[in-house]
């Protein structure tokens, strides 16, 4: 296995901005970072339907996809089931510490804020938050409701990174791809691992 802070827990959710989520896992396994994939049940219906690609709901078919999909290692990637509950992200004992929702749909935003832990992807987020671990979602809704702004306020004063699915336009993107690698640069960013993908403001200027 990699080295603990070389782990970490990925979630897609049924959020609109399934391109954020497979890039950053593309990123985040160059980076050697062995992952911890959870895949809701919308997260499948986004990711057919914003990105064409179909993943088997079975655990170990839907890698198999994915390893297809990227032309990545399977060494260091790990779909877990939504009732694996003696995967490592179970428990704060085996859990990294560090978890990304990306995308984070609404209601999961609402089961982590009230800690339903009502599947492992949910449970996983509460571990996180309990061990005092870093837990960035990356939100996507437009308008947000009273409910949603109240949920988020909640979550980033349990500690809980928020981070609106909103790619700024100063680096001049010319691609739907330069505006999904604004946000994954942010994100990582904040994880601390060492990313290029976007100019840094100030230092290189593109154009
Ligand atoms: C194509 C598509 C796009 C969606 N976009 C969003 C969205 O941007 N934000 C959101 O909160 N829900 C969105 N939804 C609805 C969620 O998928 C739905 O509420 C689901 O129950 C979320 O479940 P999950 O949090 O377990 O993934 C979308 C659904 C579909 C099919």
């Known amino acids: 296995m990699s080295s603990p802070e070389k782990r970490i827990t990925l979630a897609w959710t049924g959020a ?21 994939l959870l895949i809701s049940s919308a997260a499948r219906v986004v990711l057919a339907t914003e990105h064409g690609l179909k993943l088997p709901s079975g655990p170990d078919a839907a890698k198999a996809a994915l ?3 990227l032309g990545c290692s399977p060494d260091r990637l790990e779909v877990c089931g939504k ?17 990304v929702i990306c995308p984070c749909s609404a209601g999961t935003l609402a089961s982590v804020a009230h800690g339903l832990s009502d599947n ?24 947000f409701s009273t409910l949603h702004l109240e949920n988020m306020l909640k979550l980033s004063q ?7 699915a ?16 604004f946000m ?3 994100i990582l960013d904040h994880l601390g691992v ?3 993908l976007v100019p840094r403001w100030g230092y290189d200027q593109r154009k």
Do not use: N
């Open 67 to 69: 390893v297809m999909q």
């Open 194 to 196: 060492e990313q290029g």
């Open 158 to 164: 349990m500690g809980a990174t928020i981070m609106p």
């Open 120 to 143: 492992l992807l949910e449970r996983a987020a509460d571990v996180v938050l309990k061990e005092r671990g870093q837990l960035l979602m990356v939100v996507r809704e437009t308008p």
């Open 83 to 99: 009732e694996d509950w003696f995967s490592p992200v179970a428990s704060g004992s085996a859990a990294p510490k560090q978890m």
């Open 16 to 36: 609109s901005g399934a391109p954020y989520g497979l890039r950053l896992l593309e990123c985040l396994l160059a980076a050697d970072y062995h992952v911890y």
């Open 166 to 181: 909103a790619p700024g336009f100063y680096h001049q993107p010319e691609s739907i791809e330069d505006l999904v690698d």
């Open 184 to 186: 994954v640069a942010r």
